[in-house]
């Protein structure tokens, strides 16, 4: 269950980051990115750590 609520905290994080990226790009309310790359990056290591976070959450809390 733990897992799984980190994820979703995790999950919100990075729709804030896709919010200051596509709709507030010079005064983001998450983060400010140097390049596109640091953006892509970011995105992809958040999107694979909740991706982790909440299927295993939801696999301990159905077994």
């Known amino acids: 269950m733990t897992n799984f609520l980190f994820g979703m905290i995790l999950f919100i994080i990075l729709g804030m980051i896709q919010y200051s990226w596509f709709y507030e790009p010079a005064h983001g ?3 400010e990115f ?3 790359w640091s953006y892509i990056g970011t995105s992809i290591l958040l999107g694979l750590l909740v991706g982790y976070l909440v ?3 939801l696999t301990q809390l159905y077994n």
């Open 29 to 31: 309310p998450v983060i």
């Open 34 to 36: 140097n390049s596109k």
């Open 55 to 57: 299927t295993s959450g």
